[in-house]
């Protein structure tokens, strides 16, 4: 019985042995890992934090230019040409003629309430050489001195 424990015993020193070699192993790795893997992930962590900050901007910066090319876009905009006003006309008073405008010459109601914003377009004009005349790019002469465009927008 003695010769099978020390067997046993010999056997147990020797798995052991191993066990010990094998940690050793495993504990220096974890050594060399944790004193060149802690400044790169610093590293890479500022980084990543740059990039997503950056991300984050280019996404705001979309969706702004999203809504932008919706709330412009020509389905929900009405440009009336030819209403009188003034060159230097606020806001108000483009509503107001707008609302006038809707009121006596289409028969209809439009609240100025439904209306996001009214403002003037300054008509696009592009001299030709056949002297003095200026006309717009379709080619149409400019309204009088006094006409000017204006732009709405619904909501």
Not at 18 to 46: C, F, H, N, P, Y
Not at 91 to 120: G, S, Y
Request: aromatic share 4%; proline share 2%.
């Amino acid at each position: 019985m003695a010769a099978a424990v020390e067997v046993i015993r010999q056997e147990f020193s020797q798995r052991l042995s191993v066990l010990e070699a094998r940690l050793e192993t495993v504990e220096a790795k974890l050594v060399d890992m944790e004193s060149t893997g802690i400044g790169q992930s610093s590293v890479d962590d500022e980084t990543l934090v740059k990039e997503l900050e950056a991300v984050k901007r280019m996404s705001r910066d979309s969706a702004l230019q999203a809504n932008d090319n919706e709330q412009y876009s020509r389905r929900n905009n009405l440009r009336i040409k030819g209403l009188k006003l003034k060159k230097e006309c606020t806001t108000q008073e483009c509503t107001t003629a707008v609302v006038e405008f809707f009121r006596t010459q289409m028969h209809c109601r439009v609240d100025a309430d439904n209306i996001d914003t009214a403002h003037l377009v300054k008509p696009k004009v592009i001299s030709v050489p056949d002297g003095d005349q200026r006309r717009s790019r379709n080619g149409v002469l400019e309204p009088t001195v006094g006409y000017w465009y204006v732009s709405i927008h619904e909501h």
